[in-house]
């Protein structure tokens, strides 16, 4: 039934299978596309811009886009309530992949070291990664 409400929220209450077998091959395009400039990018023109720091944007963007989610396809009292702290982040997450993207349009061919944030994300040994706090609500079709 969740399933359902996304496609609804996103295409409109049209018919769910076309709405399903349109945003496929949306995916399968978008996908191609990506591996493509990706190994291009990576492999040929050794461009950072497209290890660490595209990296991030993704995960960053994932967390933005299940929060984005969450939040509106929150339906019952209890599930509103289990979003709010959610909801109330989606301005600063915006915020983070803005500045994100910025960064990475304006970032000059360079090595991946040069990119700040791809600095201190660098795993020393002494630190461990927290549990994540997006997506801990129970999901259902």
């Known amino acids: 039934m969740r399933r359902r409400r996304l496609f609804a929220f996103f295409c409109g209450f049209r018919d769910y299978t076309n709405a399903v077998l349109a945003e496929h091959g949306n995916y399968v395009r978008c ?4 591996l493509c ?3 291009l990018a990576e492999h040929l023109m050794q461009d950072a811009a497209f290890d660490e720091p595209l990296r991030i944007y993704e995960q960053w963007y ?7 989610c969450d ?4 339906e019952t009292e209890e599930e509103k309530q289990a979003t709010a702290p959610m909801d109330a982040l989606k301005p600063l997450l915006k915020y ?3 500045e994100a993207r910025k960064a990475i349009l304006e970032m000059p061919q360079m090595p991946a070291e040069d990119w700040r944030e ?3 994300r660098k795993p020393t040994g002494d630190t461990q990664r927290l549990r994540a706090i997006f997506g801990s609500m129970n999901r259902t079709n």
Not at 31 to 34: A, G, T, V
Not at 62 to 67: A, I, L, N
């Open 96 to 98: 983070q992949l803005a």
């Open 71 to 74: 939040t509106a396809l929150a």
């Open 31 to 34: 996908s191609s596309s990506y």
């Open 62 to 68: 994932s967390e933005y886009f299940r929060t984005f």
């Open 37 to 39: 400039a990706h190994h």
């Open 118 to 120: 791809a600095q201190i």
